[in-house]
């Protein structure tokens, strides 16, 4: 069972190092808002895994995934949702500033956008499916505990590894001030971050 984990750890620290949606959008809210910021949206992005690990230990993500609808109809939903996002952005102020006095995204919204965005992305219910099973340690045994076991392993490895990402972004900011234009930047890279993740929801 050791083993097991460490090996199922190493695998799931890999793949949070890995450039992919979540770890970039952490790294632009926490450019954009600061390390805070960034650790909140980490943190509601991996609360989300929680259902996905409950569906998958429980069957359930077997029985979406068999269903095209369903599982389009989901696609769609969240690249909606994220769509949505970048037009809200879109249409606020023409430059997003560092200074103390900028209207920002409190905590907890940020955080039900990390979980919104993870809910409603099939991809990872389609990962967790594919990668989960294959380090069960013990097939015969209880294995809606042993997910849950690996559900939790990759949401502690993850959540270090995306606080990590939010606290040199947000020491990066600090710097980011003195550059030119740097606002403007940001708030198109925001939007550019919604409008890719939404495109990677409903590639094949």
Known sequence: MIETLLSFAIASLALALSPGPDNIYVLTQSLVNGTKS??????????????????????????????????????????????????????????????????????????????????????????????????LWDKDGNTVYQFYVLGITFMIVSFFVFSLIALLAGRISNLLMKWKRINTVLKWLQIVVFVGIAVFILLP
């Open 38 to 135: 960034g650790i909140a949206t980490t943190a509601g992005l991996i609360s989300g895994c929680i259902v996905h690990t409950t569906l998958l230990a429980f069957g359930v993500s077997a029985i979406i995934t068999t269903s095209e609808e369903i599982f389009y109809g989901i696609k769609i939903l969240g690249a909606c949702y994220l769509l949505y996002l970048a037009y809200s952005v879109f249409k606020s102020d023409s430059e997003i500033t560092f200074t103390n006095n900028a209207p920002k995204k409190t905590y907890w919204q940020l955080f039900k956008t990390g979980v919104i965005m993870n809910l409603l992305n099939p991809k990872v219910m389609i990962f967790f499916l594919a990668f989960f099973p294959g380090f």
